[in-house]
C-alpha cells in the first residue's frame, strides 16, 4: 500500500517552478505558463481523485508511509480521505485561477514571484495530506516562507508594517503550536510506553489525560485560530489584506484560512477530544463573536477588500462554530462550508480587482457606483457570487450554514440562535457592497465596461464551479461524510455522555 | 403524463425562459424578450391545466403525489431531497401564480417596451414565476426555503430595478433584509421540526408532529410562532411589514405582480400548507389571527391618507392580506385561499390601472395633481372601476363573496373570535371609502392637464426625475425609458386588463353560499386531515354576512362620494381638524422610526464601534503594539546581522525556529 501518487499532486507545482526558473533566455519569459501547467496538473489530479474516492470508507486513501528520520519517529507518511482530498481540491483549484490571474498581468522579477507562489501551493498541499503531525507542522510552518515573500516583496501599500505584523502573528501561532506538537508526541508515547511517533493515527490511539490535553490544546488553538483568523487574533488581516495582490489575497483567504480549520479537524478534535469538549463553550464564544463583529465590521468598510476580509472573519466564525458544536451535522457543514468560502471569496477577490479597474484604480466604495451599468455580464456574475456569499437559499452556502447551525442548535441552542444574526447580517454587508460597487449613482471616476476576455477566463469559470455546486451540494457531502464523522466521532459521544468510541483503526486508516 | 410529471414541467418552462432570455439578451430584438418571457409563463400555466386534469381523475384520497430528482443534501441523519408535492392545494397556487403571472407578462411586454433593460427585466420575471413556483410545488422544507429565499431575491432585483435610483436601491436593499430574517425564522423552525419529527417532508413531520406533541406543547408553539416569522415577512404583516409600501419603489407591473397578486400571498400559503401544525398549536394560530386583525386595520387606516396611488394599493394589498392571514389562521382554509384568489385578481387589475394612469401622468404617482381621467381614459376607468368594486366587496363581485366568507366564519367560531369579526367588518368599510376615494380622484374632479393633453391624443412627457425626490435623471439603463404607455393605445396591455376585470367580477361565483362550493370541494383532500374540515357557518349566518358586509361595502363607497364628489374640500378641512390623527396616519403609525432605533442604528452603532474603537485600540494597538514592541527591543541587536534585507530576516526567523523544534525534541528525546 505504497503510492506515489500524492508526492506527485504535491511536488508537481514546485517542480514545475524549479524548471520554470532555470529555463534560460526567452524561454523563460514562458516560466509562468510552466507554472500554470504544474498547477493544473494537480488540479487534474485531485479532479480524477475525487471521482476515484471509495466514499463509503473513513479509511486513507493512496498513502505512503515511509521512515523518514527515525530517531525522532518521524515519517514522511501522505494520505488522504473525503475531507482532506476536498482540501486538496479547493486549494489546487483556487491556486490554479489565482495563477492564471498572476499571469495575465505583469510582475518584478516574475520568477521569483512564480517559484514563491509554486511553493507555496507545495507547502499548502503538504498540510492537507501529512499524516504525521511532525510532517504537518513542517509544511504549516514553510507556508509562511513564501507567503512572506508575497507579500513583503510585492505587496502594494504599507506592505512592510503588513508583512511584520502577518509574520509576527503566524509566527507566534506557529511556534506555539510546534511547542505542542512536541509535547504531544513525547508525552503520549511517554504515556503509553511506546516508541517515539508522531503518525496521527497514533496519537489517537494514545489517549492523553484531560490535564495535559488542555493545554496541548490551548497551543494549537492559538495557532489555527490566528490562521484563520478569528476575533480577537486578527489585527494581521486588514493590513495584511491592503497589501497583498490580489492574486496572492485570494490565497490567503480562500486557502490559507482553511488550514486552521482543517488542523481542528485533523489534529485536534480527534487527538485531543476531552480538552476539545472542556474549551467546547469558549471556543463557541469565540466563533460567534467572530460572526457578529466581523459582519458589523464588514458593513462598516469602505475598502472592498476589508469588506470581504471582515466577512471572512464571520464565515470563518461560523465554520468553527460548526466544528465545535461537536455534532456531525455542524462538522459536515464546517467543510462544506469551507469549500464554498474558498470559492466564494476567491471569486470576490477577483471581482475586486475588474471593479478597480473600472474606477481608476481605487478599491473605495465611496469611488464606486453605477458600474453595472455598461457591464451587465459583469453584474450578472458578481451577483451569483454576492448571493452565494450571503448564503441565500439555494446555493451550495446556504446547506451549509444550515448544517453548520443545525449542528449547533442541536449541542448548544443559545450559540446557533445568536449566531443567526449573522446570516440576517451577511444579507446587509454583501448587499451593500453590491449596491455601492454596481448600483446608485454613477461614481466620478467610474468608466463602466464589460469583463474583457481575460477577465472574463478568470472569473467566469469560477462562478460556474459555484453555480454546479449549487445546484448538487451532494457531490461534497457524500464524499466527505464519512471521513468528518469520523473526526468528531469521539469528541461527540463525550458532548452527549455517552461511552468513548474507542478510535477504531478504519476511522483513523492506521497503515501498515 | 402524471400529474408529476406536468409540476417538473411546470418549473421547467420559467427556469428556461429565464436563462434564454438572460443568456441571449444581446440577440433578442425589439420585444422579443418580452414575448418569449410571456410565452414561457403561458406554457407553464398551460402545463398547470395538464397538472390539475390529471389529478381531478384520480380519486379524491390518492390526489397527493410527491416525485423527487436527486438528493440534495442529505448527509449525518439529514435528508432532503430535490422533491416535490403535488396536492390540491399546490395546484390551485400554481394556476393562480402562473394565470395572473401570465397576464402581467403581457401588460409588461408593451408597459416597459421603451426601457433600457428590457431583457433583464424579463428575465428577473421569469425567475420570480419559476421561484415562486418552487416555493408552492417544493415537497420538503428545506427546499420551501430555497423557493421562499429566490422570491425574495427576484423581488428585490425588481425593486431595484432602476437601479440608478437611490430611492430604488434603498427600497431594495430594505425588503432583502426583511426578507432574510424571515428566511432565518423558517430555518429555526425547520429545525425544531426536524428534531423532533426527524423529517423535513410534509408528511412526515406532520405524522410525526401529532406522535411528538401534545396540543400547544411548547416547543410546536414556537415552532408554528418562526413559521410566522417567515410567514409575516413575506406577507408584509406587523411588525415585519415596512418594506411593502417601499417596494413599490419598482415597476408598476413588479408592484402588480410580486407585491399583490403572488409573493405577498406565500405567508398565506405557508400557514395554510402547515395546517396540521398550526391546528396542534392554537395558541400559535391566535397569534396569527390577531397580528392578521391588527394589520388589516392599521393598513386600511394609512391607506385612506396615502397621497401616492401606488402606495395606496400597496396599504390596500397589506390589509387584504390581512384578511387571508385571519381566515387561515381560523382555520377556514377555503375561505382564505378563495379570498387569495380573488384579490390577486383585482388588485393586479389594479395595479395595472394605475401603471396607466402614471404613463398618463409621465410618471407622477401623486394623487394631489391626478383627476378627471374618465373620459380621456374610458377603458382604464371602466377596469379600474370594477377593481375597486371588487375591493370594495360590492354586491356580487368577487371580494364579496370572499371577504364575507372569510368574516363569517371568523365569527362562527365565537367567543374571543367575534371581536376579531367585527374589527374586519369595521375595517371593510374603511377599504370601501378608499378604493373610491382613488377612483374619485383619479377619474372625477376637474382635469388634470395631462388629462387634457390625453384627450388631444399627445401624451404628458416630463423630464426624467425621481417622483419621490425629484432627483434629475437621463433615460438610459437603470432609470425608467422615455416613453410612457397607456392601456388605451396598447393592446397588450388592454389585453391582459380585460380578462382580469372579468374574473375580478364573475370569479366570486365558484363559492356562493348554499349554491356552488366548487373551490372548496377541490381543495378538501388537501385539508382531509383538518378537525374543521366540517365546520361552516350556517347557510343563513352566511347570508347574513353577505348582507351586512354588501351593505358596509355600499355605505364606504357612499361615504366617499358624499366627501369627494358632493362636498369637496371638506376632507381638507377633516384633515385640519385631526391633524395629530393625520400625522400619526401619515407618519405610518411610527412603524418604520420604532425598527429604525430598535435594530438598524444599533447595529450601525456597533459597527462604528467596532471600526473605530475596537479594532484601533484592542487590535491594532494594544496586542499588535504589545507584541511588535517586544519584537522590535529583540531586533535592535539583530538589525546589525539582519543587514535590512527582508530575505535575511525571514532566513534568520525559519532557521530559529528550526533550532527551537530541534532542542525540544532531543531535549525531550
Known amino acids: 500500500m505504497l503510492t506515489i501518487h500524492l508526492s506527485i499532486v504535491i511536488f508537481l507545482p514546485l517542480a514545475a517552478a524549479l524548471l520554470a526558473a532555470v529555463l534560460p533566455g526567452r524561454a523563460g519569459r514562458a516560466g509562468r505558463w510552466l507554472v500554470l501547467a504544474g498547477t493544473a496538473g494537480s488540479l487534474a489530479y485531485a479532479v480524477a481523485m475525487i471521482a476515484d474516492l471509495d466514499a463509503s470508507s473513513a479509511g486513507l486513501q493512496y498513502v505512503t508511509d515511509i521512515a523518514w528520520i527515525s530517531e525522532l519517529g518521524i515519517r514522511y507518511s501522505l494520505g488522504v480521505d473525503g475531507l482532506s482530498l476536498f482540501m486538496v481540491a479547493l486549494t489546487t483549484l483556487l491556486w490554479f485561477f489565482a495563477t492564471l490571474a498572476a499571469c495575465l498581468r505583469e510582475w518584478e522579477h516574475p520568477r521569483l514571484f512564480f517559484f514563491q507562489l509554486a511553493l507555496a501551493e507545495t507547502a499548502v498541499l503538504g498540510v492537507f495530506c501529512a499524516q504525521d503531525l511532525a510532517l504537518f507542522v513542517l509544511f504549516f510552518d514553510l507556508t509562511l516562507v513564501p507567503f512572506y515573500f508575497l507579500v513583503g516583496a510585492w505587496g502594494e501599500r504599507d506592505r512592510v508594517r503588513a508583512t511584520t505584523k502577518l509574520i509576527i502573528y503566524t509566527l507566534v501561532g506557529s511556534l506555539l503550536m510546534l511547542a505542542g506538537a512536541v509535547a504531544l508526541g513525547v508525552l503520549a508515547a511517554q504515556e503509553s510506553g511506546g516508541e517515539l511517533s508522531f503518525a496521527l493515527a497514533d496519537l489517537t490511539e494514545r489517549t492523553l489525560p484531560e490535564g495535559t490535553q488542555q493545554w496541548i490544546f490551548v497551543l494549537f488553538a492559538a495557532a489555527f485560530l490566528v490562521k484563520m483568523p478569528a476575533f480577537p487574533l486578527h489585527g494581521w ?82 465554520i468553527t462554530l460548526g466544528i465545535f458544536s461537536l455534532d456531525d451535522l455542524g462538522a459536515q457543514g464546517a467543510v462544506l462550508q469551507m469549500v464554498n468560502h474558498a470559492l466564494v471569496v476567491g471569486a470576490l477577490f477577483l471581482v475586486i480587482g475588474v471593479l478597480a479597474r473600472r474606477t481608476g484604480g481605487s478599491e473605495s466604495l465611496a469611488q464606486m457606483g453605477g458600474i453595472a451599468m455598461r457591464a451587465p455580464v459583469l453584474a450578472a456574475l458578481f451577483l451569483v457570487v454576492g448571493f452565494a456569499t450571503l448564503a441565500m437559499p439555494g446555493t451550495a452556502n446556504f446547506i451549509g450554514e444550515l448544517l453548520i447551525l443545525f449542528g449547533a442548535f442541536e449541542s448548544k441552542l443559545v450559540f446557533g440562535i445568536v449566531a443567526s444574526a449573522g446570516v440576517a447580517l451577511a444579507a446587509v454587508y454583501m448587499i451593500r457592497f453590491y449596491q455601492r460597487a454596481m448600483h446608485n449613482r454613477i461614481g466620478e471616476r467610474v468608466a463602466s465596461r464589460d469583463l474583457g476576455v481575460r477577465e472574463l477566463a478568470v472569473v467566469a469559470p469560477l462562478v460556474l464551479v459555484i453555480v454546479a455546486l449549487s445546484v448538487y451540494p451532494q457531490l461534497v457531502l457524500e464524499r466527505t461524510e464519512a471521513a468528518t464523522v469520523a473526526k468528531v466521532e469521539r469528541a461527540q459521544s463525550l458532548a452527549r455522555g455517552e461511552p468513548p468510541a474507542a478510535p477504531t483503526a478504519a476511522a483513523e486508516g492506521a497503515s501498515p | 403524463m402524471s400529474a408529476t410529471t406536468y409540476a417538473w414541467l411546470v418549473l421547467a418552462f420559467p427556469l428556461a425562459g ?75 397556487m400554481v394556476l393562480v401564480v402562473s394565470g395572473v403571472s401570465f397576464l402581467i407578462h403581457l401588460y409588461s411586454v408593451a408597459y416597459i417596451a421603451s426601457d433600457g433593460g428590457y431583457a433583464r427585466f424579463f428575465s428577473y420575471l421569469n425567475f420570480f414565476v419559476f421561484s415562486m413556483l418552487l416555493l408552492v410545488l417544493a415537497g420538503n422544507f428545506v427546499l420551501l426555503i430555497v423557493g421562499w429565499a ?49 423529517a423535513l417532508d410534509y408528511a412526515g413531520v406532520f405524522t410525526g408532529a401529532e406522535e411528538a406533541f401534545a396540543e400547544n406543547d411548547g416547543t410546536l408553539v414556537a415552532a408554528c410562532l418562526l413559521l410566522l416569522v417567515g410567514a409575516f415577512a413575506k406577507s408584509a404583516q406587523i411588525p415585519l411589514h415596512t418594506w411593502l409600501p417601499d417596494a413599490m419603489e419598482g415597476p408598476t407591473p413588479v408592484s402588480a405582480l410580486i407585491h399583490a397578486a403572488t409573493m405577498v400571498t406565500a405567508g398565506v400559503y405557508l400557514i395554510a400548507r402547515t395546517h396540521p401544525l398550526f391546528e396542534l398549536a392554537p395558541a400559535a394560530a391566535d397569534v396569527a389571527a390577531i397580528i392578521g386583525t391588527l394589520t388589516l386595520v392599521m393598513a386600511a387606516t394609512i391607506a385612506l391618507v396615502v397621497t401616492d396611488l401606488k402606495r395606496v394599493i400597496a396599504y390596500s394589498t397589506m390589509s387584504q392580506i390581512g384578511y387571508m392571514v385571519l381566515g387561515v389562521s381560523v382555520f377556514a382554509y377555503g375561505a382564505g385561499l378563495f379570498h387569495l384568489m380573488t384579490h ?145 393605445r396598447s393592446a397588450p396591455m388592454a389585453a391582459a386588463m380585460a380578462p382580469l376585470a372579468l374574473l375580478s367580477v364573475v370569479a366570486g361565483l365558484v363559492a356562493i353560499p348554499g349554491v356552488t362550493d366548487t373551490l372548496e370541494h377541490f381543495l378538501e383532500p388537501t385539508f382531509a386531515d383538518s378537525r374543521f374540515i366540517d365546520v361552516h357557518p350556517s347557510e343563513s349566518a352566511e347570508y347574513i354576512g353577505l348582507a351586512v358586509g354588501g351593505a358596509i361595502g355600499l355605505l ?79 531586533t535592535s541587536f539583530a538589525r546589525t546581522i539582519q543587514s535590512g534585507y527582508l530575505r535575511a530576516y525571514a532566513l534568520l526567523l525559519f532557521v530559529g525556529v528550526s533550532g527551537l523544534a530541534l532542542y525540544f525534541l532531543i531535549a525531550s528525546a
Not at chain 2, 431575491?153 to 436593499?173: C, E, H, K, N, V
Open chain 2, 18 to 92: 429565464t436563462l434564454v432570455i438572460a443568456l441571449g439578451w444581446r440577440v433578442l430584438f425589439g420585444r422579443l424578450a418580452g414575448w418569449l418571457g410571456s410565452f414561457a409563463i403561458l406554457l407553464s400555466f398551460a402545463a398547470g391545466v395538464g397538472a390539475l386534469l390529471e389529478l381531478l381523475a384520480l380519486p379524491e384520497e390518492e390526489r397527493s403525489l410527491t416525485a423527487s430528482a436527486f438528493d440534495y443534501a442529505s448527509t449525518a441523519g439529514l435528508d432532503a431531497d430535490l422533491g416535490i408535492l403535488v396536492d390540491p392545494l399546490s395546484v390551485f
Open chain 2, 556 to 634: 364606504g363607497i357612499a361615504i366617499a362620494y358624499v366627501l369627494y364628489m358632493r362636498r369637496p374640500g371638506v376632507t381638507l378641512a377633516l384633515r385640519d381638524r385631526l391633524r395629530p390623527v393625520h400625522s400619526f396616519l401619515a407618519r405610518k403609525w411610527y412603524f418604520d422610526e420604532l425598527l429604525d432605533a430598535l435594530f438598524v442604528r444599533p447595529a450601525a452603532g456597533f459597527g462604528r464601534f467596532g471600526r473605530t474603537v475596537v479594532e484601533s485600540a484592542l487590535v491594532q494597538g494594544l496586542l499588535v503594539g504589545g507584541a511588535s514592541g517586544a519584537v522590535r527591543a529583540g
Open chain 1, 237 to 318: 488581516m486588514p493590513d495584511a489584506y491592503r497589501a497583498a495582490p490580489i492574486p496572492v489575497l485570494i490565497l490567503l483567504s480562500a486557502v490559507l484560512s482553511k488550514l486552521g480549520a482543517y488542523g481542528f479537524l485533523r489534529v485536534v478534535l480527534p487527538i485531543l477530544p476531552d480538552a476539545s469538549l472542556h474549551f467546547q463553550e469558549i471556543v463557541l464564544v469565540i466563533a460567534v463573536v467572530s460572526i457578529l463583529y466581523g459582519s458589523a465590521l464588514a458593513f462598516s468598510q469602505d475598502e472592498a477588500r476589508l469588506v470581504v476580509g471582515y466577512s471572512s472573519v464571520a464565515q470563518l466564525g461560523f
Open chain 2, 344 to 488: 390577486a385578481f383585482f388588485k393586479a387589475l389594479l395595479f395595472m390601472g394605475a401603471g396607466s394612469v402614471i404613463g398618463a401622468m409621465g410618471g407622477e404617482q401623486s394623487l394631489d395633481r391626478m383627476g378627471g381621467f374618465r373620459k380621456a381614459m374610458p377603458f382604464t376607468f371602466a377596469t379600474f372601476t370594477l377593481g375597486a368594486l371588487a375591493l370594495a366587496g360590492a354586491p356580487l363581485l368577487s371580494g364579496f363573496f370572499s371577504k364575507d366568507e372569510i368574516l363569517a366564519f371568523t365569527i362562527d367560531r365565537g367567543g374571543g373570535y367575534v371581536i376579531l369579526g367585527v374589527v374586519g367588518y369595521v375595517a371593510a368599510l374603511i377599504t370601501a371609502f378608499y378604493a373610491f376615494r382613488m377612483v374619485f380622484r383619479v377619474f372625477f374632479g376637474k382635469a388634470a392637464p395631462e388629462a387634457a393633453e390625453l384627450a388631444r391624443g399627445g401624451i404628458h412627457h416630463a423630464d426624467p426625475q425621481n417622483p419621490a425626490t425629484g432627483e434629475v435623471e437621463d433615460s438610459d439603463v437603470g432609470f425608467p425609458g422615455p416613453e410612457h404607455h397607456v392601456a388605451e
Open chain 2, 150 to 198: 429566490f422570491v425574495g431575491a427576484a423581488s428585490y432585483l425588481l425593486i431595484s430595478f432602476w437601479y440608478r435610483r437611490m430611492t430604488a436601491t434603498a427600497a431594495g436593499i430594505k425588503a432583502f433584509v426583511i426578507n432574510v430574517v424571515g428566511d432565518v425564522g423558517l430555518v429555526l423552525a425547520t429545525f425544531l421540526l426536524f428534531q423532533a419529527t426527524g
